[in-house]
């Protein structure tokens, strides 16, 4: 298991975890999709990034940590967000571990609460 950051990746590596998202049954995730196709994740989120709780080449689970999200109120931040693990990964903590490393990022950069 490892942790990546889908933004640090170059754009081949970008473009295969895109196609894995794909592969979710999850509604959100075609949205996630969609901001990550178009280039506008930041622009509608804001500043932050995409997780990825990857086994290889396979994706078990993502996370997003963003400026923004459904709520306007720009007080609030960083927010956590399109949170998922593939059904095959559930019951393993996966999306703790995405949320555990989101914690540490956002007290690495000065926030006390996520």
């Not at 950051?5 to 592969?23: A, G, L, N, P, R």
């Not at 989120?45 to 306007?72: H, N, P, Q």
């Amino acid at each position: 298991m490892e942790i990546k950051d889908f933004f640090s990746e170059d754009k081949t590596v970008q473009s295969h975890w895109i196609t894995e998202i794909q592969k979710s049954d999850w509604s959100a995730a075609g949205f996630l999709v969609e901001l990550l196709t178009k280039w506008t994740f930041h622009e509608t989120l804001g500043e932050g990034g995409l997780y990825l709780l990857t086994d290889g080449a396979k994706l078990m689970s993502f996370v997003t940590m963003t400026r923004k999200d459904c709520i306007t109120d720009d007080a609030l931040f960083p927010w956590i967000g399109f949170v998922y693990t593939f059904p095959e990964y559930r019951g393993n903590r996966c999306s703790q571990k995405l949320i555990d490393n989101c914690a540490a990022t956002a007290r690495e950069n000065g926030y006390r609460k996520l």
